[in-house]
């Protein structure tokens, strides 16, 4: 069976995937892991994909020669507009205490709190870039990887998961028969708890019923998280805004200027924009001019 | 204290079937008791309501019928104004489904002439005789006169109802899961702890399975509790009446044949012509308008 891999980016729902991810697992009793750059899990993704054993991953910011290394998955990509994740990055990293003294998200952290929003945000795009060069090389046409933008995903969070699940072929879409859930409860109760010691003895189940997979978006829904309704703004919150479009609300003609010089094409490629030429004022017949 | 009383207000081709299958089974896992009232002579004209258990429920008398039937739940799908009226001496809390009424007519047509079952239904029988005889063209003005009441119905409904939330079928369709939600959360019915621990997890679902088992057998009524409802018991049965399993089709494909048609909005301008369009204006003036919709077609209904 192919294993699964959800490609999630810095701020675009990649905790909120991540964690509808591994819950979906933890009932499944499959072995899931988040995949982050780091001394205890490697630097090279592909080199731990061959030496691990889980049936389903995560991995942030994920960079398309690694990707095209390995094998034998299937896999769902979110992205999301870049001018959105800066505004959303700035946020995060100013507000979120990030790090320890001499890391770089501390000294970013750092710098951003002495400064003004317009010089912070300039900061930012800069910063951003180990999120943002990952996307201009990557490679949207893989058809064993489903390419989906936050955007959507965000506006029907019941359909664009139970989508992603289908494709990566974990969903049990057939029907499911009260014995069937005499079964499962206990099952999914047991696969819960064996967590506890590692997973030994766990009573795996290769998909998961749509039911419990809605059942756990809707605990981890949007306005549930961040406690407040979506488009309405907490600054200090991990799920702060979640409004598409909210960088019209913080940059400025520099910052528009700054991230054409720094990112080219980068929006016309995950298909924002038709074009170089945007600005700050919305375009009037947007999807038309992308198609 | 009275009992608060739920109760689903919809219309004849504004997906009625689809939301009372759905809110049934919500129902019989929540422990609530269920009733379908029609009027049988709906979309024609009106008539006394049943529940197939008896066949003369008047409108005003309707509130107190059902608390002594001690109905939680009650879906009204060829609702009116006098519904509403009926239920003033009694405590409830609902929500109101229409539909786009030019697609009511499109619907309705096609079900009419090929697949609403006629047993019983000796007005709609007749109606089906001269449908079947007639162009499509001329079967769609036919159906405007037919379904003339109930598109009055809609059109005088007591809009802005502090009970009663109002939706449109065009949104509930295009995004079910949120809709449902939403529903449920003004009736004030959802179970609002989003985690819970393991042993309530298989308290609840033991609960759930007893509750569906006292429907079976009226000496089994006495393992019912009502229940909060949980996000999972009313999405996933709302997965279970998803379109593409109902029809076995995608939505937006069609079979003329079938209960499930298409289930596309704006469907109207594939069958509509100018001759319609006038008929449609001079039967129903300003009715179009009045429930947000257009006869611009650049203008998306809206969905708010």
Not at chain 2, 181 to 202: H, K, S, T
Request: proline share 6%; aromatic share 12%.
């Amino acid at each position: 069976m192919e294993r699964a891999i959800f490609f999630v980016r810095h701020k675009s729902a990649s905790m909120w995937l991540s964690t509808i991810a591994e819950r979906a697992c933890a009932l499944m009793g499959k072995r899931y892991i988040y995949f982050y750059k780091s001394t205890r899990l490697g630097q090279d993704f592909a080199a731990f994909y061959r030496r691990s054993r889980h049936e389903v991953l995560s991995y942030a910011n994920a960079e398309i020669h690694e990707v095209q290394q390995i094998e034998g998955f299937r896999g769902v990509h979110v992205v999301r507009d870049p001018r959105d994740m800066i505004v959303s990055a700035y946020f995060f990293h100013r507000n979120k205490d990030l790090g320890y003294p001499g890391h770089r998200a501390y000294e970013h952290r750092q710098r951003l709190q002495q400064v003004s929003k317009d010089e912070g945000l300039a900061l930012e795009i800069a910063y951003s870039e180990r999120y943002l060069r990952p996307l201009m090389t990557w490679d949207f046409s893989m058809p064993h990887v489903l390419e989906l933008k936050f955007e959507e995903v965000t506006a029907r969070p019941y359909e664009s998961v139970l989508r992603m699940f289908a494709f990566l072929g974990l969903l049990d879409e057939a029907e499911w028969p009260w014995w069937q859930q005499l079964i499962d409860t206990p099952r999914f109760v047991w696969n819960r708890l064996t967590r506890r010691w590692g997973g030994f003895g766990r009573w795996p189940r290769h998909r998961i019923p749509a039911e419990k997979l809605l059942g756990i978006v809707h605990a981890l829904q949007f306005a549930r998280l961040a406690r407040r309704p979506k488009g309405q703004e907490d600054p200090t919150s991990h799920y702060r805004k979640g409004q598409p479009g909210d960088w019209r609300n913080h940059f400025t003609e520099e910052h528009v200027a700054l991230f054409k010089e720094r990112y080219p094409g980068l929006l016309v490629r995950l298909g924002y924009e038709p074009d170089e030429n945007w600005t700050l004022a919305p375009r009037m017949n947007f999807r038309e001019a992308v198609g | 204290m009275k009992r608060m009383l739920y109760v689903y207000f919809g219309h004849h081709k504004c997906a009625s079937t689809w939301i009372h299958e759905i809110i049934g089974q919500v129902c019989r896992e929540a422990g609530l008791q269920k009733r379908l009232l029609v009027d049988p002579l709906t979309p024609h004209a009106h008539g006394p309501l049943t529940d197939y258990r008896r066949w003369d429920i008047q409108r005003e008398e309707l509130g107190a019928y059902l608390t002594r039937a001690q109905v939680d739940f009650a879906c009204c799908i060829t609702a009116d104004r006098a519904h509403v009226e009926g239920l003033a001496d009694v405590p409830f809390r609902g929500f109101h489904v229409i539909r786009d009424p030019r697609d009511i007519i499109v619907s309705a047509y096609f079900s009419h002439r090929n697949s609403h079952p006629t047993e019983g239904l000796p007005h709609l029988a007749e109606h089906r005789r001269r449908l079947q005889a007639v162009s499509k063209e001329e079967g769609l003005l036919l159906e405007m006169d037919f379904s003339a009441q109930e598109l009055r119905d809609i059109g005088e409904w007591p809009y802005g109802h502090p009970d009663i939330r109002e939706l449109k079928m065009e949104e509930l369709i295009a995004r079910p899961y949120d809709g449902f939600l939403q529903i449920f959360e003004f009736l004030g019915l959802m179970d609002w702890e989003g985690d819970y621990p393991a042993r309530r997890r298989v308290a609840n679902f033991v609960r759930r399975m007893l509750n569906r088992l006292s429907f079976r057998h009226p000496l089994l009524r006495r393992l019912r509790r009502p229940i909060p409802i949980t996000g999972e018991m009313l999405l996933g049965r709302v997965w279970d009446h998803r379109f593409e399993k109902k029809a076995r089709r995608r939505k937006g494909e069609e079979d003329p044949r079938s209960h499930y048609r298409k289930g596309q909005p704006g469907d109207w301008r594939n069958h509509f012509t100018e001759e319609h369009v006038a008929a449609f204006k001079e039967k129903f003036p300003g009715l179009v308008e009045k429930l947000g919709y257009s006869w611009d077609s650049s203008i998306v209904p809206s969905l708010t």
